[in-house]
T-cell receptor
Framework: DAGVIQSPRHEVTEMGQEVTLRCKPISGHNSLFWYRQTMMRGLELLIYFNNNVPIDDSGMPEDRFSAKMPNASFSTLKIQPSEPRDSAVYFC???????????????FGDGTRLSIL | LAKTTQPISMDSYEGQEVNITCSHNNIATNDYITWYQQFPSQGPRFIIQGYKTKVTNEVASLFIPADRKSSTLSLPRVSLSDTAVYYCLVGDIPEGGGSARQLTFGSGTQLTVLP
């Protein structure tokens, strides 16, 4: 079975550039999560979707960050303009519908290592 | 907010049983406890999940006392390949949805298995 697929695996770009990270969740999963991992802050949840609808984006650090899920098989996380402090590993995860009463296990991709110079 | 506290690191030897405890004093009635494992350059991987008492699967056991304010992940007979970071996650999404920031993995426990 194909797991969660993220692209690119590595991205190096200069500050001020737009960065787009992509995620394909596991087929049949209807919750999708975007995380950011750094040494300082650990693994932080940025936003999650249920059935393609953003439930809450209060974890998104700034207006420079945006996420979309146009259909059940694709999501993007965009940073515009990018800054050096955005350097981190960004993970996408998916699960069966994740609700307060149904904490479904999440399946993670291998992440995108982003470096902003 | 069901914040979790785990030891930062633990060392063990091959073949030993390892127990990692996580404290979650503010766990809510409907929260499940989930443990993940993360290797370098990979995303976290689900290990086990439980609500109360004991859960066992092919790789681990999870012990949860009656008050549910802590949980213990037990790895039987560890090998070198079990060296990884282990995260305890307590699901906490408020009624009707809510702040994504409340679903946080914390710092995890770095387990190092020695030969």
């Amino acid at each position: 079975d194909a797991g969660v697929i993220q692209s690119p695996r590595h991205e190096v770009t200069e500050m001020g550039q737009e960065v787009t990270l992509r995620c394909k969740p596991i087929s049949g999963h209807n919750s999708l999560f975007w995380y950011r991992q750094t040494m300082m802050r650990g693994l932080e949840l940025l936003i999650y979707f249920n059935n393609n609808v953003p439930i809450d984006d209060s974890g998104m650090p700034e207006d420079r960050f945006s996420a979309k899920m146009p259909n059940a098989s694709f999501s993007t996380l965009k940073i515009q303009p990018s800054e050096p402090r955005d350097s981190a590993v960004y993970f996408c995860a998916s699960s069966l519908e994740y609700t307060r009463y149904s904490n479904q296990p999440q399946h993670f991709g291998d992440g995108t290592r982003l470096s902003i110079l | 907010l069901a914040k979790t506290t785990q030891p930062i690191s633990m060392d063990s030897y091959e073949g030993q049983e390892v127990n990692i405890t996580c404290s979650h004093n503010n766990i809510a009635t409907n929260d499940y406890i989930t443990w993940y494992q993360q290797f370098p350059s990979q995303g976290p991987r689900f290990i086990i999940q439980g609500y109360k008492t004991k859960v066992t699967n092919e790789v681990a056991s999870l012990f949860i006392p009656a008050d549910r304010k802590s949980s213990t992940l037990s790895l039987p007979r560890v090998s070198l390949s079990d060296t990884a970071v282990y995260y305890c996650l307590v699901g906490d999404i408020p009624e009707g949805g809510g702040s994504a920031r409340q679903l946080t993995f914390g710092s995890g426990t770095q387990l190092t298995v020695l030969p």
